[in-house]
């Protein structure tokens, strides 16, 4: 059997217990024929070390990861993905600092793992590589010569075409996507946006279903939204530390009920629009104060950006505001805690949480949303309230759907929630984890693996460089 290969820009060791719920997926994925895992180390080399290869067994999965040096690390990460692609793919031009020139770091990484990379392939390997910081890594690996199977997953959205455009580099990543055997998106909306790209932008010519003929070769892309591994999650959830977290909050907040936000800080989640909402709920149904409290975990994330340190200053001026406003001196309507939550101890916060508030400004899926489903205790479930601009509004129908720009709505949508009778409840939660189970992380991953390996083979012709 052939082997499979992953790349992302980074690695988790699978048997490691704080893995999330991906890392864990894609660890299973590489045990049963045995694999090879390749990306970042996470590290910074040492002046002269850069091209060091570290390569290390966890069980049958070959680990292999490469430094990078101060300068790639801000240009190719800081930069060109999280200060270039991660905005604009996220709708956020105004966040994007476009003509920095950061894709000169973005293509030398690209390339350097491609050399790496490649010292490690047999020919019969099967590639698949994950998310935008990794666009260019097929068109890089042909341009050695290799002639492996290999296809691409973006876990982020698909910005419309227009957006794209903006993007000076637009094109070339377009090219380099149609390096790929297949493009797998999130939703039925990203996938639209690619198709609809591809033709009005690049002239590609529609060959029926998912596939085109661009840049002189054939491309193919298809929708595979992501799951998480429910079976693990609820283990997860019966587990000691979830069990503890679950009966010390529950003491804690006895005769409170709990509104629940957990992320990233990350200006997408769209976490100030959702501390107004809050705000508006308890101005607009006063019967709140006292008794009603928004949970908001935000965990570090990208801190060396400006933009996520102006999110900060702003997410806590607005939740110290508020509870300036609404606070008494034994209830505090926000408790904002600006860390991680340990993963195994997660899902007894879930579970204590009688609204999910998953209200992001655009998302590529969701995992949070999942998550919450999976902890719930189907005799007496929470209420997911989710935005419809995260993919998984595609899938999860019997959540309540928010437009998350709307306070007025949102807020209105968290009374709606706070109210639900348990047997509404009941139903929507069950309707909810049958889709979450029939389409887990495994689905995923097989559904992907095997569209990857029904691609018809063809001519892989080489594109030009970036311009920028
Ligand atoms: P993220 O943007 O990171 O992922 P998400 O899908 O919600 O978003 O996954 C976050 C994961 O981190 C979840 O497993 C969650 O439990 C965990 N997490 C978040 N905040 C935490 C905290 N404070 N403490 C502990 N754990 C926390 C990207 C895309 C998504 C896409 C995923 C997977 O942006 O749209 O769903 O990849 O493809």
Same mark, same amino acid.
């Given at each position: 059997?052939?082997?499979?290969?992953?790349?992302?820009?980074?690695?988790?060791?699978?048997?490691?217990?704080?893995?999330?719920?991906?890392?864990?997926?894609?660890?299973?994925?590489?045990?049963?024929?045995?694999?090879?895992?390749?990306?970042?180390?996470?590290?910074?080399?040492?002046?002269?070390?850069?091209?060091?290869?570290?390569?290390?067994?966890?069980?049958?999965?070959?680990?292999?990861?490469?430094?990078?040096?101060?300068?790639?690390?801000?240009?190719?990460?800081?930069?060109?993905?999280?200060?270039?692609?991660?905005?604009?793919?996220?709708?956020?031009?105004?966040?994007?600092?476009?003509?920095?020139?950061?894709?000169?770091?973005?293509?030398?990484?690209?390339?350097?793992?491609?050399?790496?990379?490649?010292?490690?392939?047999?020919?019969?390997?099967?590639?698949?590589?994950?998310?935008?910081?990794?666009?260019?890594?097929?068109?890089?690996?042909?341009?050695?010569?290799?002639?492996?199977?290999?296809?691409?997953?973006?876990?982020?959205?698909?910005?419309?075409?227009?957006?794209?455009?903006?993007?000076?580099?637009?094109?070339?990543?377009?090219?380099?996507?149609?390096?790929?055997?297949?493009?797998?998106?999130?939703?039925?909306?990203?996938?639209?946006?690619?198709?609809?790209?591809?033709?009005? #932008?690049?002239?590609?010519?529609?060959?029926?279903?998912?596939?085109?003929?661009?840049?002189?070769?054939?491309?193919?892309?298809?929708?595979?939204?992501?799951?998480?591994?429910?079976?693990?999650?609820?283990?997860?959830?019966?587990?000691?530390?979830?069990?503890?977290?679950?009966?010390?909050?529950?003491?804690?907040?006895?005769?409170?009920?709990?509104?629940?936000?957990?992320?990233?800080?990350?200006?997408?989640?769209?976490?100030?629009?959702?501390?107004?909402?809050?705000?508006?709920?308890?101005?607009?149904?006063?019967?709140?104060?006292?008794?009603?409290?928004?949970?908001?975990?935000?965990?570090?994330?990208?801190?060396?950006?400006?933009?996520?340190?102006?999110?900060?200053?702003?997410?806590?001026?607005?939740?110290?505001?508020?509870?300036?406003?609404?606070? #008494?001196?034994?209830?505090?309507?926000?408790?904002?805690?600006?860390?991680?939550?340990?993963?195994?101890?997660?899902?007894?916060?879930?579970?204590?949480?009688?609204?999910?508030?998953?209200?992001?400004?655009?998302?590529?899926?969701?995992?949070?949303?999942?998550?919450?489903?999976?902890?719930?205790?189907?005799?007496?479930?929470?209420?997911?309230?989710?935005?419809?601009?995260?993919?998984?509004?595609?899938?999860?129908? #019997?959540?309540?759907?928010?437009?998350?720009?709307?306070?007025?709505?949102?807020?209105?949508?968290?009374?709606?929630?706070?109210?639900?009778?348990?047997?509404?409840?009941?139903?929507?939660?069950?309707?909810?984890?049958?889709?979450?189970?029939?389409?887990?992380?495994?689905?995923?991953?097989?559904?992907?693996?095997?569209?990857?390996?029904?691609?018809?083979?063809?001519?892989?012709?080489?594109?030009?460089?970036?311009?920028?």
């Amino acid at each position: 059997m052939a082997r499979l290969v992953i790349v992302s820009n980074r690695v988790a060791d699978p048997r490691k217990p704080s893995a999330g719920g991906l890392a864990v997926a894609l660890g299973d994925a590489l045990k049963p024929r045995g694999g090879l895992w390749f990306g970042w180390s996470g590290h910074i080399a040492e002046p002269g070390q850069a091209d060091q290869l570290h390569v290390q067994q966890a069980g049958p999965v070959t680990l292999a990861t490469v430094d990078l040096t101060q300068d790639d690390h801000d240009g190719y990460y800081l930069g060109y993905s999280n200060g270039v692609l991660w905005p604009v793919f996220h709708y956020r031009l105004d966040l994007a600092d476009l003509d920095a020139g950061y894709v000169g770091s973005y293509r030398r990484v690209n390339q350097l793992f491609a050399r790496q990379l490649q010292t490690l392939l047999r020919p019969d390997d099967i590639i698949w590589v994950h998310d935008y910081h990794l666009i260019p890594l097929a068109l890089e690996l042909r341009a050695l010569g290799c002639a492996q199977r290999i296809g691409f997953f973006l876990h982020i959205p698909m910005p419309p075409p227009l957006l794209l455009a903006a993007i000076p580099q637009a094109e070339w990543l377009v090219r380099c996507l149609c390096a790929y055997h297949l493009v797998g998106f999130q939703s039925q909306a990203d996938l639209l946006h690619f198709g609809r790209y591809i033709v009005a #932008e690049v002239g590609a010519q529609p060959l029926g279903g998912q596939r085109w003929r661009a840049f002189g070769r054939r491309v193919e892309a298809g929708c595979f939204p992501i799951g998480i591994d429910v079976d693990e999650f609820a283990g997860l959830t019966h587990a000691p530390e979830a069990c503890e977290m679950y009966e010390r909050m529950r003491h804690t907040y006895a005769g409170h009920r709990i509104l629940l936000g957990v992320e990233r800080l990350d200006y997408s989640k769209g976490l100030p629009q959702r501390v107004k909402a809050f705000a508006k709920l308890l101005r607009n149904h006063p019967e709140h104060i006292g008794s009603t409290t928004l949970i908001q975990i935000a965990s570090p994330s990208r801190e060396a950006l400006g933009s996520y340190t102006d999110l900060r200053q702003q997410l806590e001026s607005l939740t110290g505001a508020l509870n300036g406003d609404y606070g #008494e001196l034994d209830w505090v309507p926000v408790r904002y805690m600006h860390r991680n939550v340990a993963r195994r101890r997660l899902p007894g916060l879930y579970r204590l949480a009688r609204v999910a508030l998953v209200t992001p400004l655009r998302d590529g899926m969701n995992l949070v949303a999942k998550e919450f489903i999976a902890a719930q205790d189907p005799a007496d479930p929470g209420v997911l309230v989710l935005s419809r601009f995260a993919g998984a509004a595609e899938q999860l129908k #019997e959540a309540l759907l928010v437009n998350p720009y709307d306070t007025d709505g949102t807020s209105e949508t968290m009374q709606q929630a706070l109210q639900m009778p348990l047997h509404e409840r009941q139903r929507r939660h069950q309707l909810l984890l049958e889709h979450i189970r029939a389409h887990d992380v495994h689905w995923w991953r097989r559904t992907y693996l095997d569209a990857l390996m029904a691609t018809q083979e063809d001519d892989r012709a080489l594109a030009p460089s970036p311009k920028g």
